[in-house]
Nanobody, 122 residues
Framework: QVQLVESGGGLVQAGGSLGLSCAASGMIFSIEDMGWYRRAPGKQRELVAA???????NYVDSVKGRFTISRDNTKNTVYLQMNSLKPEDTAVYYC????????????????WGQGTQVTVSS
């Protein structure tokens, strides 16, 4: 079994910064893509940022230039550095990863973190 454990998040004023991390543990052969999603109150979940196993990144337009996703493959960990935060960034943030855990040879299994609250006050 694989677990994704998130840390970070909290309450910050607009214009401030926060960092999130998500560590994967368990039966892991390899990790492919990793990403961060968020769900704001009354809105659908959206992909915020993603990073491939080779380090290629992509971001939703609303966070480009403010958020940075990175990963440390030696620690099976993905990070999200959030700068210049805005009230509209308030949401529960979830990490997600495609992990080769031996359950299927055709595709990686998808795992989710438990979610962490980010609240940006105006």
């Amino acid at each position: 079994q694989v677990q994704l454990v998130e840390s970070g998040g909290g309450l910050v004023q607009a214009g401030g910064s926060l960092g999130l991390s998500c560590a994967a543990s368990g039966m892991i052969f390899s990790i492919e893509d990793m990403g961060w999603y968020r769900r704001a109150p009354g809105k659908q979940r959206e992909l915020v940022a993603a990073i491939s196993s080779g380090g290629s990144t992509n971001y939703v337009d609303s966070v480009k230039g403010r958020f940075t996703i990175s990963r440390d493959n030696t620690k099976n960990t993905v990070y999200l550095q959030m700068n210049s935060l805005k009230p509209e960034d308030t949401a529960v943030y979830y990490c997600n990863a495609g992990i080769r855990d031996g359950s299927s040879w055709s595709r990686p299994s998808r795992y989710w973190g438990q979610g962490t609250q980010v609240t940006v006050s105006s």
